[in-house]
Nanobody
């Protein structure tokens, strides 16, 4: 059973930066497609970014392109989400997710394509 533990959330002013981390255990991390989703109060969960096994293929939501960067360190079983120029409307719980299988650009945006989820970390951006 794969376990994902997120960290790095917190309170930041608009325009600031945070780096989220997600550590995986219990599986072969290097074989998982990794992703981040977020859910704001009263809203549906939305896709943020995803990264292939070797970190070569990435996908970002249009709203975060150019500001967020996803990377992974397979030796540390960790994926990182660097978030810059944060906006107040990006206040949400951010979830790390792992997907067994290939990086399918057609389905990577859907949370249902991911197999394992972390508990989430709260990101609050003050305006």
């Amino acid at each position: 059973q794969v376990q994902l533990v997120e960290s790095g959330g917190g309170l930041v002013q608009a325009g600031g930066s945070l780096r989220l981390s997600c550590v995986a255990s219990g599986g072969t991390f290097s074989r998982y497609v990794m992703g981040w989703f977020r859910q704001a109060p009263g809203k549906e969960r939305e896709f943020v970014a995803a990264l292939s096994w070797g970190g070569v293929r990435t996908s970002y939501a249009d709203s975060v392109k150019g500001r967020f960067t996803l990377s992974r360190d397979n030796a540390k079983n960790t994926v990182y989400l660097q978030m810059n120029s944060l906006k107040a409307e990006e206040t949400a719980v951010y979830y790390c997710a792992a997907k067994i299988g290939v990086f399918d650009s057609g389905s990577i945006y859907s949370g249902s394509s991911f197999d394992y989820w972390g508990q989430g970390t709260q990101v609050t951006v003050s305006s």
